[in-house]
């Protein structure tokens, strides 16, 4: 086994090198260590206390408040905790919907993440694919028709707010007119907003996916644009949804409404301090420079003929997959025969300048 400073070692030329990931870089929470030495515990409902006093659900609440109001809604409609990740946040809201519809077939493109095949066998929900259009989005034609054959049924609306691969968006509104159109009663709509949650209320045209625009559940990473040393997120629901399965537990003194038990209370703190300090203007401006050095990646990458494009302007850059030796070297993800680098904040120009002049080389190479 290496030794400890070895793994750090590894870790840190690890995480200042690679492109193809949707993780932050620019972030040090040191002032948090003397946590470190105490039992922090954040077990059951954020908004219950425990008979155990070690958490930090007032911060907790915080948290979840600022995102609630980053998408305009309130914590009087919308309650949340902060989750281990996108992943815990998407199985909430599905299992939110099953509660809602237990019969309810779930829709989602074939670009969602891979955790919700996952997550919908762990629940036993039935569901059903639905085609991506070349840029990543659902294709609303070939869910019309699927929706034709089962629309007696309850519909689950699972959208993406920012695909893994393309940082594509599923749109809300023509999700909303086929409701319309096929007179769909009883529907839930959970949207995945891992990477883009907190990215997408700065980016114009704004993409909507606010509970006032009708969505009962959606589920951010935090340890993704706003970055952290461990993965966590915030998962939101409307109040209701939350209510129908809030059970009281006596040995904890607190409701159970959370998917784990013990629960992080040291991500909160993390989250917490960089959205105070920054606020929203601190977020955006964030976006700003990361949309900056992605539209310079795919200019750059454009020169060099790999047929970069991206999505609206999404930090995620998608080009023609170079060979295994550099993906693996710069840690860039693929997917069949597309690449992408993720203008995350903390990555320099510099990283991706360097990164530029060895795929020059090698496309110097094929070409001579
Ligand atoms: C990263 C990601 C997830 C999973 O989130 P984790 O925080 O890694 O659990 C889910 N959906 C999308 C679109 C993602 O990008």
Redesign the pocket.
């Known amino acids: 086994m290496q030794s400890f400073s070895n793994i750090y070692n590894r870790i840190k030329e690890s995480s200042n090198s690679f492109l193809g990931y949707?993780l932050a870089k620019d972030f040090s929470f040191s002032e948090f260590a003397p946590f470190l030495d105490l039992c922090i515990n954040n077990v059951g409902d954020p908004e219950s206390d425990s008979t155990l006093t070690i958490d930090t659900k007032e911060v907790e609440r915080k948290c979840v408040s600022f995102f609630a109001d980053m998408l305009n809604a309130s914590t009087e409609e919308v309650w949340g905790y902060v989750t281990?990740?996108?992943?815990?946040?998407?199985l909430y809201g599905l299992y939110l919907a099953r509660e809602c519809y237990s019969n309810a077939i779930v829709y989602y493109s074939e670009s969602?993440?891979y955790?919700?095949k996952k997550n919908l066998h762990l629940l036993n929900m039935r569901n059903v694919v639905v085609r991506s259009q070349e840029n990543g989005e659902i294709d609303y034609e070939d869910l019309e028709q699927i929706l034709t054959i089962h629309r007696d049924k309850p519909a689950v609306f699972f959208l993406?707010i920012?695909?893994?691969m393309t940082e594509a968006v599923d749109d809300l509104e023509k999700i909303k007119e086929i409701i319309r159109k096929y007179a769909i009663k009883n529907y839930y709509i959970h949207c995945?907003a891992?990477?883009l949650g907190t990215i997408a209320p700065f980016v114009e045209p704004r993409p909507k996916f606010d509970f006032a625009e009708g969505v009962d559940s959606i589920?951010i990473?935090g340890?993704?644009f706003i970055g952290g040393p461990i993965?966590c997120?915030v998962v939101m629901c409307k109040r209701a949804h939350r209510n129908r399965v809030a059970n009281s537990i006596s040995y904890v003194g607190t409701l159970d409404t959370t998917i784990t038990g013990s629960r992080n209370g040291l991500t909160p703190l993390f989250l917490w301090s960089v959205l105070e300090k920054i606020g929203k203007e601190g977020l955006k401006l964030r976006v700003q420079e990361a949309q900056e050095l992605a539209a310079y990646t795919e200019k750059e990458l454009s020169g060099l003929g790999m047929n970069a494009w991206r999505n609206n302007e999404a930090l995620t850059v998608v080009f023609d997959k170079p060979s295994d030796e550099l993906c693996k070297k710069y840690q860039i993800a693929s997917e069949g025969n597309i690449a992408h680098i993720i203008c995350v904040p903390g990555l320099t120009k510099d990283r991706i300048d360097v990164f530029l002049r060895a795929l020059e080389l090698e496309v110097q190479e094929l070409v001579g």
């Open positions: 949707p281990n990740g996108g992943t815990e946040g998407n969602t993440h955790s919700v993406n920012g695909t893994t995945d891992a990477f589920s990473s340890h993704k993965p997120g």
